[in-house]
């Protein structure tokens, strides 16, 4: 098995071309991987690490110092795909790795986009109505992300209705339920385009930030309607309740 296949095998690469940045990210951090791989850094100390850049990132911003908080948070979603990279290509890959990789994701959604709507409010750029739309989105979404994330149900898309299929396709593990609906899959790609933080607009909430704060606010906006969105989905769409395998 060759060194890039072990780290990033085809089964992740295939899930991952639904968030087209997330390999722009792989392929630029692949030769800091390989060098945390040969000084043998170990994959929870980088997550560890990316957790106080995040912290670090959300504090700046507060402040309204835009350009290093840009600068921490590219380190930052650099950082939790290499952990990854490094935990395969170590076969270091545990449970307390998962755990910290879920509420990092988590806290990545919820500290950076509060703390720079915070920043751009008091810039005089936002309202407060604006601000605690960022704020309630990022938490409701927060709130029920792990029902995107996890599926309870065998991926078998045969014996299930037409709604089940739609509602089980915005599950992560279940790529056969997604692979039978077209609509399935257009709302998949675009919860992982619009309301992660791989997706576009908090990719460009965190470059631009560092040019023209001016620039992110739509994109911040867009994050935050989507991520009401898709927090009412999961609880309109019943996702929250478990299907018959």
């Known amino acids: 098995m060759s060194f890039l296949v072990k780290i990033y095998p085809l089964d992740l690469r295939r899930r991952e ?3 087209p940045l997330i390999p722009v990210f792989r392929l630029l951090t692949l030769p800091f991987a390989y060098l945390s791989i040969l000084i043998k850094i170990h994959p929870n100390f980088l997550t560890l690490v990316s ?3 995040l912290i670090l990132s959300g504090a700046f911003a507060l402040f309204a110092n835009f350009f290093i908080s840009s600068l921490l948070m590219i380190l930052t979603l650099s950082l939790d795909v290499i952990d990854g990279e490094v935990a395969r290509g170590t076969d270091k890959r545990t449970v307390l790795g998962l ?3 879920s509420l990092h994701a988590d806290l990545t959604l919820l500290i950076y986009p509060s703390s720079l709507a915070v920043g751009i409010y008091n810039s005089g750029l936002i309202s407060i109505w604006t601000l605690f739309f960022v704020i309630i989105s990022a938490a409701l979404y927060i709130r029920y992300r792990s029902t ?3 599926s309870s149900v065998s991926d078998e898309p045969s014996g299930k209705s037409m709604m089940q299929l739609l509602i089980l396709s915005q599950q992560k593990p279940n790529e056969k339920i997604r692979s039978v609906t077209f609509l399935g899959k257009v709302l998949f790609f675009s919860r992982m385009n619009l309301a992660t933080q791989f997706g576009f607009p908090f990719i460009i909430a965190v470059i631009f930030s560092a040019i023209d704060v001016g620039i992110v606010v739509l994109p911040l906006q867009i994050m935050a ?3 009401l969105i ?5 609880v309109i769409g019943g996702l929250v309740r478990p299907f018959d395998s």
């Open 99 to 101: 755990k910290m990789e």
């Open 230 to 234: 898709f927090a009412f989905a999961v």
């Open 225 to 227: 309607a989507s991520h």
């Open 148 to 150: 995107y994330s996890s």
């Open 51 to 53: 957790f106080l850049t």
């Open 17 to 19: 071309l639904w968030s």
